[in-house]
C-alpha cells in the first residue's frame, strides 16, 4: 500500500474549512491528520469533507480551542485518544489502518511565552505533555507507527531562523529540545521530513505577528512527521507546502506532507 499523509495546524477547523477543501483537492492527501481544530467533533464540517472522499473520521474536540482530527480516505479505526498529563485536552487521537499501521495525531501544548514553569504553568504543562509521551513510549514501545502533528518545538538549529536568537524563546528552549529528543528515543522514532530533507533551514510556522512573512521568513518547524524505526525506510516524498500559508485568511503553519510504501 502507498499513501500520502498530510499533517497541517488548521487553526479552526470550521473559520478555514475551504483551505481544508482546497488541499484536499490541489494535493489529495490520502490521510490528513488536523490539529487546533477548536470545535466540538458535532461542530466540525465533516459533511464537506466526506463528500471530498474522505469518509473515515476519528476526531477529539473542545469547544474554541485544542482538537485534533483524522481525515481518511483509507478505513481506519480508532485505537486511542490519550490524555497526556491528565490536562483534560483534546490533544490526541489514533487510528489504524487496515494493513496495521497506527497513526497517531498530536497538538503539543505551546507553553505560554515565558519559559520558566514556575512563573508559566502552561510551560510547565508542556514539558509535562512531552514527558508523558515519552513515558508512554517507554511503556507501549510502538510498532508500525506513525507520529504527525504540530509538537511545538522546533529541535534543530536549522528548524530556526536564528539558534542563537531563539534559545530563550518557547518553542527552541534547550529543555524543550531535550525533552522532545527523550521522547523520540524512547519511542525508537524516526523524523520522516529530516531523513528526507537532512539539510538546510526548513520551516513550517511563521508568526500572524510579521505581516511580510514570506520575505523576512523568520520561521520555525514545528509540525513533524515520525515513523518508527521498523517503517522509517518506507517514508519518502517530504515536503512542507510553504505556499498554504500565503493562502487568504491562511493558518500560520503550513502541511506538511510525506509518503509511505507499505
Not at 483537492?25 to 466526506?50: N, S
Not at 476519528?58 to 490536562?87: H, M, T, W
Request: proline share 5%.
Amino acid at each position: 500500500m502507498t499513501f500520502t499523509l498530510a499533517t497541517w495546524n488548521i487553526n479552526s477547523i470550521r473559520l478555514r474549512e475551504g483551505l481544508v477543501h482546497r488541499l484536499m483537492r490541489e494535493e489529495q492527501p490520502d490521510i490528513l491528520c488536523l490539529q487546533e481544530c477548536k470545535a466540538p467533533v458535532d461542530r466540525m464540517p465533516l459533511e464537506g469533507f466526506r463528500a471530498l472522499g474522505y469518509r473515515h473520521v476519528i476526531a477529539r474536540g473542545q469547544k474554541g480551542y485544542n482538537g485534533v482530527a483524522i481525515l481518511s480516505k483509507l478505513p481506519l479505526r480508532e485505537v486511542g485518544a490519550y490524555d497526556f498529563a491528565s490536562l483534560g485536552h483534546a490533544r490526541h487521537v489514533a487510528g489504524q489502518l487496515e494493513n496495521g499501521i497506527t497513526i497517531h495525531n498530536f497538538y503539543v501544548p505551546a507553553g505560554g511565552d515565558i519559559p520558566d514553569r514556575e512563573a508559566n504553568e502552561k510551560f510547565g504543562q508542556k514539558l509535562d505533555y512531552v514527558a508523558a509521551m515519552r513515558d508512554w513510549a517507554h511503556a507501549e514501545r510502538p510498532r508500525k507507527s506513525i507520529l504527525v502533528g504540530d509538537l511545538n518545538i522546533a529541535p534543530r538549529e536549522d528548524d530556526v531562523w536564528s539558534h542563537r536568537q531563539l534559545l530563550k524563546i518557547v518553542s527552541h528552549t534547550p529543555i524543550e529540545v531535550e525533552h522532545l529528543g527523550q521522547a523520540m528515543e524512547a519511542g525508537g522514532w524516526v523524523d520522516i521530513t529530516r531523513k528526507d530533507i537532512p539539510q538546510g533551514l526548513l520551516y513550517s510556522w511563521w508568526s500572524y505577528r510579521s505581516p511580510d512573512w514570506d520575505r523576512a521568513d523568520k520561521g520555525r518547524r514545528l509540525d513533524h512527521v515520525w515513523a518508527t524505526a521498523d517503517i522509517a525506510a518506507a517514508g519518502h516524498g517530504s515536503r512542507i507546502l510553504r505556499a498554504a500559508r500565503g493562502w487568504e485568511q491562511p493558518s500560520d503553519h503550513a502541511p506538511v506532507l510525506a509518503s509511505f510504501d507499505l
